[in-house]
């Protein structure tokens, strides 16, 4: 399944990833800082949702109370919500 989902609070405006399950591939940033933005794609690539959200979630970014990767790991929780839908 793959998803997008609208960024809230940072700088990246839209990630998209793919899910095989609740395995997450292939996630791609719009925006954003670029060296953080190659390198979470690449770190979080075959995790599961519930990994990438203990890995990830909840990490702040210049006093916001969110950041990309805080934002991706809300992503991955939702499109695996919707997945459960579909």
Not at 7 to 12: D, V
Not at 66 to 72: A, E, R, W, Y
Request: proline residues 2%; hydrophobic residues 30%.
């Amino acid at each position: 399944m793959t998803y997008t989902y609208k960024t809230k609070g940072t700088c990246s405006t839209k990630i998209e990833l793919e899910l095989d399950g609740n395995v997450v591939h292939n996630v791609k940033f719009t925006g954003g800082c670029n060296g953080n933005l190659q390198a979470i794609p690449k770190l979080v690539e075959g995790l599961t949702v519930e990994q990438v959200e203990e890995k990830i979630g909840g990490i702040s970014c210049n006093g916001r109370p969110t950041s990309c990767g805080d934002q991706l790991a809300k992503a991955c929780r939702e499109a695996l919500e919707a997945s459960k839908q579909a």
